[in-house]
């Protein structure tokens, strides 16, 4: 179940971005962009990129497709929920992180931010 936090009176939750790496040229100015945004709503948001660059000097080389997946998935796992970023659904490793998400009752959070003046 969800488990709750609070900081400073505020309801903060860990958040994992999932979103399409491969193929998309943009993905760590996206990721980094909604990493910003989530940390504004006052949430601890989990990278993906950044998960990927500790892992890859852990190993102190390349991982594999696999070995990125499994990581994010533990991250994906201690998180209270998941945030997808736009065109996450043709993304193989999206859908599979989409698919724990749901098996594991995390919440769908659904980011639909105001732009600064509206």
Same mark, same amino acid.
């Given at each position: @179940?969800?488990?709750?936090?609070?900081?400073?009176?505020?309801?903060?939750?860990?958040?994992?971005?999932?979103?399409?790496?491969?193929?998309?040229?943009?993905?760590?100015?996206?990721?980094?962009?909604?990493?910003?945004?989530?940390?504004?709503? @006052?949430?601890?948001?989990? +990278?993906?990129?950044?998960? !990927?660059?500790?892992?890859?000097?852990?190993? !102190?080389?390349?991982?594999?497709?696999?070995?990125?997946?499994?990581?994010?998935?533990?991250?994906?796992?201690?998180?209270? =929920?998941? +945030?997808?970023?736009? @065109?996450?659904? +043709?993304?193989?490793?999206?859908?599979?992180?989409?698919?724990? =998400?749901?098996?594991?009752?995390?919440?769908?959070?659904?980011?639909?931010?105001?732009?600064?003046?509206?």
């Amino acid at each position: @179940g969800l488990r709750e936090h609070f900081f400073m009176g505020l309801f903060v939750m860990f958040v994992f971005i999932s979103g399409a790496i491969s193929d998309n040229p943009n993905y760590e100015e996206q990721f980094a962009k909604r990493e910003q945004e989530l940390k504004e709503l @006052g949430h601890f948001p989990y +990278n993906p990129v950044k998960i !990927g660059e500790r892992l890859k000097k852990r190993l !102190g080389r390349e991982p594999t497709y696999d070995e990125y997946l499994q990581e994010d998935l533990l991250y994906l796992d201690r998180s209270d =929920a998941i +945030n997808h970023l736009e @065109g996450w659904e +043709n993304s193989n490793g999206a859908n599979i992180e989409h698919k724990r =998400a749901v098996e594991k009752n995390k919440i769908i959070l659904e980011i639909k931010m105001l732009p600064r003046r509206w």
